[in-house]
């Protein structure tokens, strides 16, 4: 095997393990080799300088370099997996481009690795090949131009506008036209040219996703050119609108990303009905007006959340509730880290639910003559609101109306608290009944909703009740679940319809319900006092 460090730092074009051709780029690697072997088969490959600073790269990489090398043509890796190197993190996708032929090494590198490659738009050569065990997908597309510089221009920020060849490992081997390492270090998000967010308008919200993923803030003249070309994203497609968002709502601090939505004018292109919260004033305990609180609803869920974990929580207030969390963490973290219809887990959709809870309050609005405001039926008004905004940006039925359930349920734990009674057996199941699984995702938001609504813990007499109903709702969905929440039946409508004489109809309907809470409260155990109870409520 030649050997190829002295070549270190730059692009050899091999004919076999002979070397044809040596240059800056592959690509002039390739136009020297051709020049001299016109007719052998030729690979090309980046020479790397084994005493460079390393990158932390993906693991995959390695998996891939060996097929990589055997390429004909230059690959380089590109934006967010080079950006993420630098930064020290690791990625789960990763995208490649070459000068011609994407398709056509998708499938080669889909069939090595045994996973499955898929064409993603054939008009612009752009492939991927999907590894469904370790939720990755890598993308291979043709240059967007003649050459990779082209193509680095017409990406969106200076971060992502950078490459690397896909053998290399090193920092000295990466390309970077647009001075993207200067703004790392500096947590810059910068555009690349003038016409980004003209050519593609949903990379307004990408800054704004990607200042919040990072801790990043975006130039003044990036702030300035997101806020006038915010009236685009009327333009886009809302499958691609709503993808963003998710990943808004995914990132650690998804209220500084609503926050910044609202200043950059871009809140009332994508979901007006939130936007149209900010002048929606409300009463005591409340001090902020409904999109304020909003927001400081989601930040205190993130917060709330964390309580789930084994780390002491950051805010010293919250470790009592982590103590009565403690015996249901690791339950509530498998129901958040569920995946529903459309793929979204079930964290993504309590932080939906979180952003939507109140969104009912601008239609139901009103004023008593003492100067009480008051928001009626807000929470049905509300669910109704959420689930045809989610429709409309191409969340699943399933996940939709789920959000809709929290929304509809916010108020309830709090409700139940202010009664200042125990909670019986029987409301308990009323709340199941009417809330399924998203009761588990209410009792988390409406702790959110109290910690929002004082900035804090506030009134501690109430916050009390309120942990304390929550554990109680908590106890028994976890462990009393055959009891109290769904409990098995005693009868069935066969039954009913023999020893009552009665016809098929809503009434057997009616009674096995009757049966099941009066179960469920502890005031029935057995058969025959089901069929006694039945008795009794139907002839009443």
Not at 478 to 484: C, I, L, N
Request: hydrophobic content about 45%.
């Amino acid at each position: 095997m030649t050997d190829l460090s002295v070549y270190a730092g730059r692009w050899v074009a091999l004919a076999g393990d002979e070397v044809a051709g040596v240059g800056f780029t592959g690509e002039e690697a390739l136009h020297m080799a051709r020049q001299n072997r016109y007719k052998a088969r030729l690979t090309v490959r980046y020479v790397d300088d084994p005493a460079g600073e390393a990158l932390a790269l993906s693991p995959l990489l390695e998996r891939l370099r060996p097929l990589l090398v055997q390429s004909s043509q230059p690959v380089y890796l590109v934006g967010g997996a080079v950006r993420d190197a630098l930064l020290g993190r690791y990625t789960n996708d990763l995208d490649f481009v070459l000068p011609q032929g994407a398709i056509k090494l998708a499938f080669q590198i889909g069939d090595a690795l045994g996973e499955p490659a898929y064409v993603l738009d054939r008009a612009r050569d752009t492939g991927r090949v999907v590894l469904p065990g370790q939720e990755m997908h890598l993308d291979f597309a043709r240059f967007r131009g003649p050459d990779l510089l082209t193509d680095l221009r017409e990406r969106d920020f200076s971060i992502n506008a950078m490459a690397l060849p896909a053998t290399a490992v090193t920092r000295a081997a990466i390309i970077d036209p647009f001075g993207g390492q200067e703004d790392l270090p500096d947590s810059r998000i910068r555009l690349v040219n003038d016409h980004a967010l003209q050519d593609d308008p949903v990379r307004g919200l990408r800054a704004v996703r990607l200042a919040a993923s990072l801790n990043f803030t975006l130039t003044p003249e990036t702030e300035t050119a997101v806020q006038q070309a915010a009236p685009l994203l009327s333009t886009v497609s809302v499958e691609r609108i709503r993808d963003e968002l998710v990943k808004m709502l995914a990132t650690a601090v998804p209220d500084q990303a609503i926050r910044q939505m609202k200043t950059l004018r871009l809140l009332p292109v994508v979901l007006p009905e939130i936007a149209a919260l900010a002048d929606v004033t409300q009463s005591p305990p409340h001090h902020e007006p409904v999109l304020a609180h909003t927001i400081s609803a989601l930040r205190w869920l993130v917060l709330v959340e964390a309580c789930l974990a084994e780390e002491r929580p950051s805010v010293p207030e919250l470790a009592s509730l982590q103590t009565m969390l403690a015996p249901f963490a690791e339950s509530l973290r498998v129901h958040l880290a569920r995946v529903v219809d459309g793929g979204l887990n079930g964290r993504i959709l309590l932080r939906w639910g979180a952003l939507f809870h109140d969104v009912g309050k601008k239609e139901t609005r009103t004023v008593e003559a003492d100067g009480r405001i008051r928001f009626l039926g807000h929470d049905q008004v509300g669910a109704e609101i959420a689930v045809s905004r989610l429709r409309q940006l191409r969340l699943s039925s399933q996940a939709s109306k789920f959000v809709g359930r929290i929304v509809y349920g916010h108020m309830r734990p709090m409700l139940l608290a202010n009664t200042g009674r125990p909670v019986s057996r029987r409301a308990v199941f009323r709340f199941y009944r009417n809330t399924g699984a998203a009761g588990l995702d209410i009792c988390l938001l409406s702790l959110a909703d109290h910690l929002a609504m004082y900035d804090g813990v506030g009134d501690e007499a109430a916050w009390e009740r309120l942990v304390g109903v929550t554990a109680v709702l908590l106890q028994n969905y976890f462990e009393e679940h055959d009891k109290t929440v769904a409990p098995v039946a005693l009868v069935d409508g066969h039954t009913l319809i023999k020893e009552l004489n009665l016809q098929p109809g809503p009434e057997v309907g009616r009674l096995l319900r009757l049966i099941q809470e009066a179960q469920a409260a502890g005031d029935i155990s057995t058969m025959a006092e089901a069929v006694a109870f039945a008795h009794q409520s139907h002839e009443k």
